[in-house]
């Protein structure tokens, strides 16, 4: 633990990465203030039926990875996700068609190319999810006196331009957070979403647990143990590497090489997962 508070108080000591830092948290910062700004028009004190609606299922999933945005009616509501699906879209796309397997092979130019065309891509999904969200409002139990200015196309076509930017805006966010901060961006930008979410679903947890005096207490105990098991667990996977050993010939005096028995042994480091 002692080591583990010194990494901590050497991190401040470098200049470059306690930048890299700062800047990482900034930006996260100023996601999460987007994603509870809400969208002109719309009342937000009248939104506890759509928190309601999105709290379970695939809209619960969805609106975890968003932050809590997707209930919030937010600016940020079609989350980092479009550019996701563009994504996995380009990647698939890129076993079928040739001019995107030559895009490819061409290194880094080839790359830029199609991060741009991931991004245009971006934009049509969004273009397509965000009056969708818009109409599917009322179907999640907002009421009609919660939209201000009416349903109409003087608050569709606004909302969902702004849809649309706050989208392309977290997607710079998370390409800066790769560039000058640490880690993935994009990556990031899930995880700090999927956080967000966490107290308030351990107070529930904790509450309809404890409602009842029948060993919830000691079931919600249990499932903490689990869940830190669990990141253990993945983080061991994560950073596990397989060595793999490498032989050289150890050079005499003479110029001459010895047998590689009694040559010098190296590994390469391996990672078990590679995708991770």
Do not use: H
């Not at 100023?30 to 999105?54: C, E, H, K, N, W």
């Amino acid at each position: 633990m002692k080591k583990f508070f010194e990494t901590l108080s050497n991190i401040w000591k470098i200049d470059e990465l306690k930048g890299r830092i700062i800047v990482t948290l900034g930006l996260l910062l100023v996601y999460r203030f987007g994603a509870q700004v809400v969208l002109p028009g719309i009342d937000s004190t009248q939104l506890g039926a759509l928190a309601s609606s999105t709290d379970s299922g695939i809209l619960g999933i969805l609106n975890a990875f968003t932050g809590g945005a997707l209930s919030n009616a937010s600016v940020f509501a079609l989350g980092i996700m479009p550019y996701i699906s563009a994504s996995i879209v380009v990647q698939l796309m890129g076993i079928a068609i040739p001019y995107l397997q030559k895009l490819q092979k061409e290194g880094e130019s080839g790359r830029k190319t199609i991060n741009q065309i991931t991004r245009w891509l971006t934009i049509g999904i969004c273009v397509v999810q965000a009056p969708a969200y818009l109409y599917s409002l009322g179907a999640l139990g907002v009421p009609e006196s919660a939209f201000v200015f009416g349903k109409g196309l003087d608050f569709i076509i606004p909302s969902v331009i702004i849809l649309v930017a706050g989208t392309i805006f977290a997607m710079w966010l998370g390409e800066k957070i790769t560039d000058k901060g640490i880690g993935n961006g994009i990556s990031l930008l899930i995880m700090v979403g999927i956080i967000a979410t966490m107290p308030q679903s351990f107070v529930q947890e904790f509450i309809s647990r404890t409602a009842n005096n029948n060993g919830g207490l000691m079931f919600m105990l249990i499932e903490v143990i689990i869940w830190f098991i669990v990141i253990l667990l993945c983080v061991l996977l994560v950073m596990a590497t397989r060595q793999i050993p490498v032989q050289y010939a150890r050079r005499t005096a003479s110029g001459g090489y010895e047998k590689n028995i009694m040559g010098s042994r190296q590994y390469i480091p391996l990672k078990l997962n590679a995708s991770g």
